[in-house]
Protein backbone atom coordinates (compact mmCIF):
# COMPACT_ATOMS: atom_id res chain seq x y z
CA UNK A 1 0.00 0.00 0.00
CA UNK A 2 1.63 3.29 -1.17
CA UNK A 3 -0.04 6.72 -1.30
CA UNK A 4 1.09 10.14 -2.75
CA UNK A 5 -0.07 12.82 -0.48
CA UNK A 6 0.24 16.98 -1.56
CA UNK A 7 -0.05 19.88 -0.08
CA UNK A 8 0.56 23.72 -0.67
CA UNK A 9 -1.60 24.91 -3.01
CA UNK A 10 -4.22 27.72 -2.61
CA UNK A 11 -5.24 31.10 -4.15
CA UNK A 12 -1.81 33.50 -4.95
CA UNK A 13 -1.84 37.03 -7.19
CA UNK A 14 -0.38 36.76 -11.02
CA UNK A 15 3.28 37.16 -10.74
CA UNK A 16 3.00 35.08 -6.84
CA UNK A 17 4.86 32.26 -5.95
CA UNK A 18 4.06 28.80 -4.80
CA UNK A 19 5.73 25.99 -3.26
CA UNK A 20 3.91 22.32 -3.96
CA UNK A 21 4.80 19.39 -1.69
CA UNK A 22 4.06 15.50 -2.43
CA UNK A 23 5.09 13.07 0.18
CA UNK A 24 5.11 9.42 -1.00
CA UNK A 25 4.41 6.76 2.38
CA UNK A 26 3.82 2.72 2.12
CA UNK A 27 5.84 0.05 1.71
CA UNK A 28 8.22 1.48 -0.87
CA UNK A 29 11.17 0.23 -1.86
CA UNK A 30 12.83 3.02 -4.25
CA UNK A 31 11.41 5.69 -6.34
CA UNK A 32 11.69 6.31 -9.63
CA UNK A 33 10.53 9.17 -12.02
CA UNK A 34 8.56 11.84 -10.14
CA UNK A 35 6.43 13.65 -11.56
CA UNK A 36 3.87 16.94 -11.35
CA UNK A 37 0.78 17.26 -13.82
CA UNK A 38 -1.74 19.45 -13.93
CA UNK A 39 -5.56 19.53 -15.15
CA UNK A 40 -7.41 22.48 -16.13
CA UNK A 41 -11.31 22.52 -16.16
CA UNK A 42 -12.48 21.06 -19.88
CA UNK A 43 -8.62 20.12 -20.65
CA UNK A 44 -6.53 16.96 -20.65
CA UNK A 45 -4.05 16.39 -18.18
CA UNK A 46 -0.96 17.64 -18.99
CA UNK A 47 2.67 17.07 -17.33
CA UNK A 48 4.55 19.68 -16.38
CA UNK A 49 7.81 18.81 -14.52
CA UNK A 50 9.32 15.54 -14.16
CA UNK A 51 12.46 14.56 -12.45
CA UNK A 52 14.49 10.63 -12.22
CA UNK A 53 18.36 10.68 -11.92
CA UNK A 54 19.15 12.63 -14.44
CA UNK A 55 18.34 16.42 -15.28
CA UNK A 56 14.62 17.67 -14.73
CA UNK A 57 12.21 18.32 -17.95
CA UNK A 58 9.95 20.48 -17.90
CA UNK A 59 6.91 21.71 -20.71
CA UNK A 60 7.57 24.74 -22.66
CA UNK A 61 4.49 26.59 -21.17
CA UNK A 62 6.19 26.64 -17.33
CA UNK A 63 9.93 26.68 -18.74
CA UNK A 64 11.86 29.05 -16.50
CA UNK A 65 9.16 29.51 -14.22
CA UNK A 66 8.75 26.24 -12.65
CA UNK A 67 11.77 24.02 -10.63
CA UNK A 68 11.05 20.58 -9.41
CA UNK A 69 13.38 19.40 -7.15
CA UNK A 70 13.37 15.89 -4.90
CA UNK A 71 14.61 14.83 -1.73
CA UNK A 72 15.38 11.11 -1.76
CA UNK A 73 15.38 10.53 2.05
CA UNK A 74 12.50 11.96 2.84
CA UNK A 75 10.39 10.50 -0.55
CA UNK A 76 9.29 13.79 -1.41
CA UNK A 77 9.27 15.82 -4.54
CA UNK A 78 8.97 19.58 -4.76
CA UNK A 79 7.41 22.37 -7.57
CA UNK A 80 8.51 25.79 -6.93
CA UNK A 81 5.88 27.81 -9.18
CA UNK A 82 7.37 31.18 -10.00
CA UNK A 83 5.93 34.21 -11.95
CA UNK A 84 2.09 32.41 -11.86
CA UNK A 85 -0.19 33.37 -14.70
CA UNK A 86 -3.83 33.09 -14.51
CA UNK A 87 -2.92 30.08 -17.24
CA UNK A 88 -1.62 27.81 -14.47
CA UNK A 89 -4.63 28.10 -12.57
CA UNK A 90 -5.42 24.00 -12.01
CA UNK A 91 -5.46 20.87 -10.14
CA UNK A 92 -2.05 19.43 -9.23
CA UNK A 93 -0.94 16.28 -9.14
CA UNK A 94 1.74 14.29 -7.66
CA UNK A 95 2.53 11.28 -9.54
CA UNK A 96 5.06 8.71 -8.99
CA UNK A 97 6.70 5.46 -10.45
CA UNK A 98 7.56 3.22 -7.27
CA UNK A 99 9.07 -0.02 -6.68
CA UNK A 100 6.70 -1.65 -3.71
CA UNK A 101 8.45 -3.37 -0.82
CA UNK A 102 6.26 -6.23 -1.55
CA UNK A 103 8.30 -9.51 -2.04
CA UNK A 104 8.27 -9.72 -5.50
CA UNK A 105 8.77 -6.07 -6.05
CA UNK A 106 6.23 -4.61 -8.49
CA UNK A 107 6.82 -1.02 -9.84
CA UNK A 108 3.61 0.84 -10.14
CA UNK A 109 2.21 4.45 -11.16
CA UNK A 110 0.53 6.23 -8.47
CA UNK A 111 -1.05 9.27 -7.91
CA UNK A 112 -2.04 11.71 -5.48
CA UNK A 113 -5.63 13.42 -4.56
CA UNK A 114 -4.81 16.39 -6.01
CA UNK A 115 -4.12 20.26 -4.76
CA UNK A 116 -5.96 22.93 -6.02
CA UNK A 117 -3.95 25.85 -7.70
CA UNK A 118 -5.65 29.08 -8.48
CA UNK A 119 -4.21 32.24 -9.85
CA UNK A 120 -6.41 34.88 -9.65
CA UNK A 121 -5.99 39.02 -8.46
Known amino acids: QVQLGESGGGLVQPGGSLRLSCTASGSIFSIRAMNWYRQAPGKERELVASITSGSPKYSDSVQGRFSISRDNAKQMVYLQMNSLKPEDTAVYYC????????????????WGQGTQVTVSS
Open 95 to 110: NADIVTSTIPHQTRHY
